[in-house]
Each structure stands twice: as structure tokens, then as C-alpha cells.
């Protein structure tokens, strides 16, 4: 899996004009499972996430994880992060897992972070989506579960 972490202090998506999900401060995931990810992957992934210490403490240090601050976290499917750019002008999505997996693995993304307690919002999967963000910082954050990066 990739992921795009964002902290945030609001975010919003929708479709065809429709809010579908929306959070205060948090974090905006963007994230996209690859054909090697495995059925752990999507929770090892959440549990990073969640436990991550990109927060502000008192003395304006990174010390606190989203758990810690109570924060809401807005998980974006996206595909593209496999996008491989480097032969010719169009991105090959062959890193990228086939739909039906890359659902069921998002989806169990989500549900591992709620099972956190964490209030979580979504998108539309596969949907075109407009995603509307503050970043807060700004403060983004790359994360791939086969660690290339």
C-alpha cells in the first residue's frame, strides 16, 4: 500500500456536487493498494498511520499521533500513487491492485482505523471525487508498506 498522509485541520470530498464525507482537523489519507499487498498490510498500515506522531505538542514539537489528539481521519481511495512515470509520457497503474482488491483492501483500511476509535470519513470508491483540504503545517507525509520510499 501507499499512502499520502496529510495533516489537516478541515477536509471535504464529493461527488457530482455531493458532500460525501467531511472532517475538523485530522489527517486526509490518500491511499492506494498494490498487487504484492497482502490481507495484513491494510491494517499494519493503519496502525502506522494512527500511531504516527506528526501532531503538535505543547512545545510545538511532533510529538503526538492522531490517537493521541482525537483527531478525524478522511481515507481517500486513489490508484494513481503507483503511477510509473519513468518509461515514456503516460503512467503504467501495473503496480496498482485490480479493483476488486484494491476495494476489499481499502475497505479494511477504514475499518482498522475505526476500530481504533478514530472517526473516519470517505469517499466514493472508484469515483471521480473532488477533495478539498487545509493542510495544516503544511505537513505531508509519504508512506509505502514495501518501504521504497
Not at 78 to 107: H, I, N, V
Request: proline content about 4%.
Amino acid at each position: 500500500m501507499r499512502a499520502v498522509v496529510q495533516r489537516v485541520t478541515r477536509a471535504r470530498v464529493s461527488v457530482g456536487g455531493e458532500t460525501k464525507g467531511e472532517i475538523g482537523p485530522g489527517l486526509l489519507v490518500l491511499v492506494a493498494v498494490g498487487v504484492n499487498d497482502t490481507g495484513d498490510t491494510p491494517v499494519n498500515m493503519a496502525k502506522k498511520i494512527a500511531k504516527m506522531r506528526i501532531f503538535n505538542d505543547e512545545n510545538h514539537k511532533m510529538n503526538l499521533s492522531l490517537i493521541e489528539t482525537g483527531g478525524s481521519l478522511m481515507a481517500i481511495s486513489q490508484f494513481t500513487l503507483y503511477g510509473d512515470s519513468w518509461a515514456g509520457r503516460r503512467p503504467s497503474f501495473l503496480g496498482a491492485a485490480p479493483p476488486e482488491k484494491g476495494k476489499q483492501c481499502y475497505e479494511d483500511f477504514v475499518a482498522a482505523v475505526a476500530a481504533m476509535g478514530i472517526n473516519v470519513a470517505t469517499g466514493v470508491f472508484q469515483a471521480m471525487m473532488e477533495v478539498e483540504l487545509v493542510n495544516d503545517g503544511p505537513t505531508t507525509i509519504l508512506i509505502d508498506s514495501e518501504k521504497l520510499f
